[in-house]
C-alpha cells in the first residue's frame, strides 16, 4: 500500500526533511583531508541529537552507526570507520536520515575532498543532474517508471551505468515504504503518481560497469570492478500540481561544492 499523507503529516515530514539537510550543511563545513568517517559519523550524530531528533539508520536492521558514509567505489550503506580517512582525491558520500516526531527525512550528497580528478567531478555533476532531472517529471499522473527512464538515458548518454540492486522508497512514519522508486526502467510503467505520495529518488551512477558485490560487514556495497561510484538523494512530495523537494537545502547549497 502507497501511504498519502495528510497536511499535517506533510509539515512534520517538511521540517523532519529539512533537518535532515541541514545535517549536510553542518557536516559539509566540517570535511577535511586527514578526518575520518567515524569522526564524519559523530558530528552528524551529535548535530542530530542536538536538534532533538534520531538519527534513522542506528540500529535499523542492525546498522552500527548514525549515516552511511561511501566513500570512492563503495556505492552505498558504507560504515563509518575510524580506519577509513579522507585523502586528497577522494569523494565521499554522505547519507543523512532524520527521525523527528515521528517522520524520516532522508537525504544524501556526494562532496568533493580535496583536489579531484576532473573525470570523477563529471561523473559526480552528471549524478546530480540524473536526480535533479528524475525530480523534474515527478507529478500526479506520471507513472514511477518515467523517473527511471529518466536518469538511465542521461547516465548512458554519459557512457555511465545505473546500478540496479538498489533503488529509491517511499518515506513517512516508516524509513522504507512504497513504493520503490527505480533508477532505471521504461516511461509509462509503474505506479501512477498521486498527490500526497512522498518518497525518494536517489540514483547511484558508476564510472564504469553497473555490477555490485556487498562486503562481509553485510552492508558496504561496491563496485565489482573498484571505479568510482557517485550518488545523490532527495525526498519529494507529489502536489496537485507537480511535486516539492522537501529536502531542499535551506542555504542554497545543492550542487556539489567542495
Known amino acids: ?24 550543511n553542518f557536516i559539509e563545513e566540517k570535511l577535511e583531508i586527514g578526518m575520518t568517517t567515524e569522526d564524519v559519523n559523530q558530528l552528524c550524530h551529535d548535530f542530530i541529537i ?25 556505492i552505498c550503506h558504507g560504515i563509518p570507520s575510524k580506519k577509513d580517512v579522507l585523502k586528497d582525491g577522494d569523494i565521499l558520500n554522505i547519507d543523512v536520515t532524520t527521525y523527528l516526531k515521528n517522520f524520516h527525512g532522508d537525504t544524501n550528497r556526494t562532496f568533493y575532498i580535496g583536489n579531484v580528478k576532473p573525470e570523477i567531478k563529471k561523473l559526480v555533476q552528471v549524478t546530480y543532474e540524473c536526480m535533479m532531472e528524475g525530480i523534474a517529471i515527478c507529478k500526479p499522473g ?3 517508471g518515467d523517473i527511471g527512464a529518466t536518469i538511465q538515458k542521461i547516465a548512458h548518454d554519459n557512457s555511465y551505468s545505473v546500478v540496479q540492486e538498489y533503488c529509491g522508497h517511499g ?6 515504504e512504497e513504493p520503490q522508486v527505480l533508477h532505471y526502467g521504461t516511461k509509462g510503467t509503474g505506479a501512477e503518481m498521486k498527490a500526497g505520495m512522498t518518497f525518494t529518488i536517489e540514483p547511484m551512477i558508476n ?8 562486503l562481509k560487514d553485510e552492508w ?11 550518488q545523490f538523494e532527495h525526498t519529494i512530495l507529489i502536489t496537485e500540481s507537480g511535486h516539492e523537494i522537501l529536502t531542499l537545502d535551506p542555504d542554497g ?6
Open 1 to 24: 500500500m502507497i501511504s498519502i499523507k495528510s497536511s499535517r503529516e506533510i509539515e512534520i515530514m517538511r521540517e523532519s526533511c529539512q533537518l535532515a539537510a541541514k545535517t549536510l
Open 50 to 74: 542536538k536538534n532533538e531528533a534520531y538519527p534513522s539508520p542506528l540500529n535499523y536492521h542492525g546498522f552500527p552507526k548514525s549515516v552511511c558514509t561511501s566513500l570512492n567505489e563503495v
Open 142 to 144: 506520471a507513472r514511477m
Open 171 to 176: 518515506i513517512g512514519r516508516e524509513f522504507h
Open 207 to 214: 564510472l564504469g560497469k553497473r555490477h555490485c558485490k556487498v
Open 220 to 230: 558496504t556495497v561496491i563496485t565489482k570492478d573498484k571505479k568510482v561510484s557517485a
Open 253 to 258: 547549497k545543492q550542487e556539489p561544492s567542495i
